[in-house]
């Protein structure tokens, strides 16, 4: 059963508008969720983060939203740039005492240049 | 520079023959994990370690094995590789002081493929 679901394999984006990833987890004892980035022929790197005590985390160009009733969380990216192309994995852990994290599908993101 | 190093990048096998994918990090993290992944699967964790010679199976451990002798070292062994187990493997690290669940560190990744 996928705990944490990522329901669009893609998205294309104009350069300069605003990216919209959106990522939906079953687990309400999941507390910490994090975005990575992944380019091809290269491992995932880790972009943004967000603790469940809040419902916002901005870093620069990229803002995550989590709606906790909803089990829901989504990356922003604004403006979006040619170099954001990449797959975005969203992915759910804990914030004490177990470092798994559960990972969803990944996105595929396109900016249109 | 911190980096997680795995080798080989790239592998071609044989079905049965023995192979193992090491994995080194060289940031003194205690929390070392294996993925594998696959189209419209994503990322799925299959061993991690809590710390030397602790290791417990993830999500996919079937046909899988590692060990943990060394902090700074945790190799995924395939004892009998079978086709279903091509794909794109991930060693990651990560510390467990602190928050817990902090980010993890990716290796580059190796593509197997076992024909």
């Known amino acids: 059963d996928q705990q944490v679901k990522q329901n669009s394999p893609s998205l294309s984006v104009q350069e300069g508008r605003i990216s919209i990833l959106n990522c939906d987890y079953t687990n309400s004892m999941f507390d910490y969720f994090l975005w990575y980035k992944k380019y091809p022929a290269e491992g995932p790197t880790f972009l943004i983060s967000i603790s469940s005590i809040k419902d916002k985390n901005e870093d620069g160009r990229f803002t995550v939203f989590l709606n906790k009733s909803a089990k829901h969380l989504s990356l922003h990216i604004v403006p979006s740039q040619p170099g954001d192309s990449a797959v975005y994995f969203c992915?759910?852990?804990?914030?004490?005492?177990?470092?798994?994290?559960?990972f969803g599908t990944g996105t595929r993101l396109t900016i249109i240049p | 520079e911190a980096q997680v190093t795995q080798n080989p990048r790239y592998l071609i096998t044989v079905t049965g023959k023995k192979l193992t994918v090491t994995c080194s990090q060289n940031m003194n993290h205690e929390y070392m994990s294996w993925y594998r992944q696959d189209p419209g699967l994503g990322l799925r964790q299959i061993y991690y370690s809590m710390n030397v010679e602790v290791t417990d199976k993830g999500d996919v451990p079937e046909g899988y094995k590692v060990s943990r002798k060394e902090k700074r070292n945790f190799p995924l062994i395939l004892e009998s590789p079978s086709p279903n187990q091509t794909s794109l493997y991930f060693c990651?690290?990560?510390?467990?002081?602190?928050?817990?669940?902090?980010?993890?560190?990716f290796g580059q990744g190796t593509r197997l493929t076992v024909v």
């Open positions: 992915a759910a852990g804990y914030n004490f005492g177990n470092e798994k994290l559960t």
């Open positions: 990651a690290s990560s510390s467990i002081l602190g928050t817990g669940a902090d980010e993890a560190f």
